[in-house]
């Protein structure tokens, strides 16, 4: 008896004892737990790469015996920030590419590009993204002649800042043999006085190009991608929406992953058209600890600053409507074959006609199951009649609210005085569903999730203008924001409960700043650093 009480005395001791055994202690800090009372604590402990408990800090310390405590000095914590909507190959293949962002005028499109050409004169194509014709004096679109000039031997390829527009010179072209134009079903060959292309490509005419331009081999497009991920989590992000990918890009990430090559997590969406769509449903959803597929990303229109848009009525600027990509009988047919998958359906939809089709499609097929989750990604211009079918049907809006403040200068140009006022509409798009994910779209936009914060609840670009906020009736609070970027950015992928806030039992992913985005000044949220990245409890990036 006494020997098995004696035996029994060192179990209970060693249990209790590895009990008390954590990875991870965070303490002194401010931590927004984000949960559904958005409460604070000030310390939590962390075990095999999930919150096991969240309290006081003196209560965590005496109670766990950790390999490694964190000092947070007071400093704002915060779940990791989640993108809902990003393009990682976009932005890893810019590690490659001439960035023409910012650029006043074509004639220093073509300095980049000279100077780029210089230091790597061996490249086979000369490719580029970020030029948009709205910041120059001259905003008519550019054209091949001027690259041809000076670039008469090397292919160029020059994505406009939306990707929805690309202009390329005439080896390019040969290359691509579209020596003559001809009418693309959603998209659009520009022509010269002579009736041949000029260079410009519209949407889905962009492809007929982009298609020749050689892919990076596996090695350089491994750290190409492992840089991209350095810059994501150097911003606090942990999670992101890859919005759009191809077979063999979800092959590459399937291997990396599979090697742990890569840290940050990724919900992945199959890229999906009427020619392919046969192909993607023969995939089956696929979920590992860092990735996971189980959506398919569908393309209704194009955008607003090349009038792709497919809008109700003429653009304000011009006598055209834009264009669906795809016939409404093509969406209807992929949409219905989708309703009846286990695939999540993510549609973009930037003008006021395609989000109208893609509404009451979503309705037609998935009315009564809210489970589904279904995405409408951008609902950049909605009719007025249409933002009540969000609720009716239970779509989530997948917004960027930086795509407002970058806009902004012009938009009104392109949509009208009336028009306008239902374009960028976060706040009623939140009222409407009760949710929004919020995203910025890289590389379209800056990946730093705390512009597309600054954007939402100030609605102001980084420059603090307008005074008063573009159309101020429709920023979010700070609270929602926040909740956007993490918690409902989580529930739009069905990861509420693994992810998006600071909770028992929950993926230990967290971010440090060295300030508290919560209270400090509108006109200083951009300028907020990240101290600390942490994913399933290891740190990721901790600034120096």
Same mark, same amino acid.
């Given at each position: 008896?006494?020997?098995?009480?004696?035996?029994?005395?060192?179990?209970?001791?060693?249990?209790?004892?590895?009990?008390?055994?954590?990875?991870?202690?965070?303490?002194?800090?401010?931590?927004?737990?984000?949960?559904?009372?958005?409460?604070?604590?000030?310390?939590?402990?962390?075990?095999?790469?999930?919150?096991?408990?969240?309290?006081?800090?003196?209560?965590?310390?005496?109670?766990?015996?950790?390999?490694?405590?964190?000092?947070?000095?007071?400093?704002?914590?915060?779940?990791?920030?989640?993108?809902?909507?990003?393009?990682?190959?976009?932005?890893?293949?810019?590690?490659?590419?001439?960035?023409?962002?910012?650029?006043?005028?074509?004639?220093?499109?073509?300095?980049?590009?000279?100077?780029?050409?210089?230091?790597?004169?061996?490249?086979?194509?000369?490719?580029?993204?970020?030029?948009?014709?709205?910041?120059?004096?001259?905003?008519?679109?550019?054209?091949?002649?001027?690259?041809?000039?000076?670039?008469?031997?090397?292919?160029?390829?020059?994505?406009?800042?939306?990707?929805?527009?690309?202009?390329?010179?005439?080896?390019?072209?040969?290359?691509?043999?579209?020596?003559?134009?001809?009418?693309?079903?959603?998209?659009?060959?520009?022509?010269?006085?002579?009736?041949?292309?000029?260079?410009?490509?519209?949407?889905?005419?962009?492809?007929?190009?982009?298609?020749?331009?050689?892919?990076?081999?596996?090695?350089?497009?491994?750290?190409?991608?492992?840089?991209?991920?350095?810059?994501?989590?150097?911003?606090?992000?942990?999670?992101?929406?890859?919005?759009?990918?191809?077979?063999?890009?979800?092959?590459?990430?399937?291997?990396?992953?599979?090697?742990?090559?890569?840290?940050?997590?990724?919900?992945?969406?199959?890229?999906?058209?009427?020619?392919?769509?046969?192909?993607?449903?023969?995939?089956?959803?696929?979920?590992?600890?860092?990735?996971?597929?189980?959506?398919?990303?569908?393309?209704?229109?194009?955008?607003?600053?090349?009038?792709?848009?497919?809008?109700?009525?003429?653009?304000?600027?011009?006598?055209?409507?834009?264009?669906?990509? +795809?016939?409404?009988? $093509? !969406?209807? &047919?992929?949409?219905?074959? /989708? =309703?009846?998958? %286990?695939?999540?359906?993510?549609? *973009?939809?930037?003008?006021?006609?395609?989000?109208?089709?893609?509404?009451?499609?979503?309705?037609?097929?998935?009315?009564?199951?809210?489970?589904?989750?279904?995405?409408?990604?951008?609902?950049?211009?909605?009719?007025?009649?249409?933002?009540?079918?969000?609720?009716?049907?239970?779509?989530?809006?997948?917004?960027?609210?930086?795509?407002?403040?970058?806009?902004?200068?012009?938009?009104?140009?392109?949509?009208?005085?009336?028009?306008?006022?239902?374009? +960028?509409?976060?706040? $009623? !798009?939140? &009222?409407?569903?009760?949710? /929004? =994910?919020?995203? %910025?779209?890289?590389?379209?936009? *800056?990946?730093?999730?705390?512009?597309?914060?600054?954007?939402?609840?100030?609605?102001?670009?980084?420059?603090?203008?307008?005074?008063?906020?573009?159309?101020?009736?429709?920023?979010?609070?700070?609270?929602?924001?926040?909740?956007?970027?993490?918690?409902?950015?989580?529930?739009?992928?069905?990861?509420?409960?693994?992810?998006?806030?600071?909770?028992?039992?929950?993926?230990?992913?967290?971010?440090?700043?060295?300030?508290?985005?919560?209270?400090?000044?509108?006109?200083?949220?951009?300028?907020?650093?990240?101290?600390?990245?942490?994913?399933?409890?290891?740190?990721?990036?901790?600034?120096?």
């Amino acid at each position: 008896m006494r020997i098995s009480i004696l035996f029994l005395s060192v179990i209970l001791f060693f249990s209790c004892t590895t009990n008390k055994e954590v990875d991870l202690i965070v303490y002194n800090a401010k931590v927004y737990t984000v949960d559904s009372a958005f409460s604070t604590v000030d310390a939590f402990a962390i075990n095999n790469g999930v919150f096991i408990e969240l309290g006081e800090s003196e209560d965590l310390l005496q109670k766990y015996n950790a390999k490694e405590k964190i000092d947070a000095q007071q400093k704002a914590v915060y779940p990791g920030f989640y993108d809902s909507h990003v393009h990682f190959f976009g932005l890893a293949n810019l590690i490659d590419e001439v960035d023409l962002k910012g650029s006043a005028s074509f004639e220093e499109v073509i300095e980049r590009l000279q100077d780029y050409h210089k230091a790597y004169p061996d490249k086979k194509w000369l490719v580029a993204g970020g030029w948009d014709q709205n910041l120059w004096a001259d905003k008519n679109y550019p054209t091949k002649d001027s690259l041809d000039k000076y670039f008469p031997e090397v292919p160029v390829f020059l994505s406009r800042v939306d990707y929805h527009a690309a202009v390329v010179n005439t080896k390019a072209l040969h290359l691509a043999t579209l020596d003559s134009a001809y009418v693309v079903e959603g998209g659009f060959i520009a022509v010269d006085s002579l009736g041949k292309p000029n260079g410009l490509l519209i949407d889905n005419a962009v492809e007929l190009v982009a298609q020749y331009i050689p892919i990076p081999e596996e090695k350089a497009l491994y750290h190409m991608l492992r840089k991209a991920q350095d810059s994501l989590v150097s911003v606090g992000l942990t999670s992101i929406v890859d919005a759009g990918l191809s077979d063999e890009e979800i092959d590459i990430l399937k291997k990396f992953y599979n090697q742990d090559s890569l840290q940050i997590r990724n919900y992945a969406m199959l890229a999906a058209n009427p020619e392919n769509i046969n192909r993607v449903l023969r995939f089956t959803p696929f979920e590992s600890e860092k990735l996971t597929i189980k959506s398919v990303k569908l393309m209704a229109d194009g955008a607003l600053g090349s009038r792709g848009a497919c809008l109700l009525s003429d653009y304000s600027d011009e006598p055209t409507k834009g264009f669906l990509l +795809y016939s409404p009988q $093509e !969406l209807d &047919n992929i949409i219905r074959l /989708l =309703a009846n998958s %286990s695939f999540q359906v993510s549609t *973009h939809a930037i003008g006021d006609s395609a989000n109208r089709v893609i509404l009451d499609l979503y309705g037609k097929y998935i009315k009564d199951k809210p489970e589904r989750r279904w995405r409408i990604e951008h609902a950049q211009v909605v009719d007025s009649a249409d933002f009540s079918k969000f609720k009716l049907f239970s779509i989530i809006p997948s917004v960027q609210p930086v795509h407002a403040t970058s806009d902004m200068y012009w938009a009104e140009e392109r949509l009208g005085e009336k028009r306008i006022k239902y374009a +960028y509409a976060y706040k $009623e !798009l939140l &009222n409407q569903y009760g949710k /929004l =994910a919020l995203g %910025s779209d890289f590389p379209v936009e *800056h990946f730093n999730p705390l512009y597309g914060f600054h954007a939402a609840v100030a609605r102001v670009d980084d420059a603090g203008f307008p005074k008063g906020g573009f159309q101020p009736e429709n920023a979010i609070s700070r609270e929602d924001a926040l909740r956007g970027m993490t918690i409902w950015a989580a529930y739009s992928c069905f990861q509420e409960k693994k992810r998006g806030s600071i909770e028992k039992g929950k993926d230990a992913d967290f971010v440090i700043l060295d300030d508290d985005i919560m209270q400090v000044a509108a006109e200083k949220l951009r300028s907020v650093k990240t101290l600390r990245t942490v994913i399933a409890g290891e740190t990721v990036f901790l600034r120096n």
